[in-house]
């Protein structure tokens, strides 16, 4: 896979985004590949809200690496503001995400909502715009997979791939709150 890598973005307001990833890392595990799947923002390694987690670390093929600090509060309530843990953490995914991409140990990096750290302004679009270049400087030797809402033309420029989700009608405007195994 020597100089193959494609950078491939999921993005959009629709839900699938990162059970697109989910399905890709599966699908490279299972022909052999290594795969880091990064999550950012999305809690702690102890707090096991997401569900794919269970699967995907009992692949071996498949690292789950975890960044952020919990936002589901224990009254099911989100917690929507930014605390310097948050800005913390963001900068921890983005040093491992560059790590994995030097390494030449992963035939598959995900970052996992990446792009929404730039949204919600945990990262800066540069910071991504980095990472992508270091992703050219070694030769694209891995596939790289961004995830998350807020692409900017920047980025979507330097994409091999770019599918948008579009949320054409949800559940969740009826009331349906997001369901443990469906959503999470």
């Given at each position: ?59 071996k093929e498949i ?31 983005l040093e491992i ?71 054409i009608k949800h ?14």
């Amino acid at each position: 896979m020597a100089n193959q890598g494609q950078l491939q973005i999921y993005t959009g307001d629709g839900k699938g985004k990162t059970t697109c990833a989910i399905g890709l890392c599966i699908r490279a595990a299972a022909a052999g590949l290594k795969v880091a799947f990064i999550q950012f923002d999305k809690g702690s390694e102890e707090n096991d809200f997401y569900s794919e987690r269970k699967i995907l670390r009992s692949i071996k093929e498949i690292e789950v690496i975890v960044t952020g600090k919990i936002r589901m509060m224990p009254n099911g309530q989100f917690r929507f503001a930014n605390s310097p843990p948050d800005f913390e953490e963001a900068k921890r995914g983005l040093e491992i995400a560059k790590k994995a991409i030097k390494e030449n140990k992963y035939q598959l990096v995900v970052c996992d909502e990446i792009l929404s750290c730039i949204l919600t302004s945990l990262l800066k679009e540069q910071d991504v715009l980095d990472l992508i270049r270091a992703f050219e400087e070694g030769l694209k030797s891995c596939e790289l997979v961004l995830t998350g809402r807020g692409l900017t033309e920047a980025i979507k420029e330097k994409a091999d791939l770019v599918t948008e989700m579009k949320m054409i009608k949800h559940y969740f405007n009826k009331g349906l709150p997001a369901r443990k195994g469906i959503e999470f």
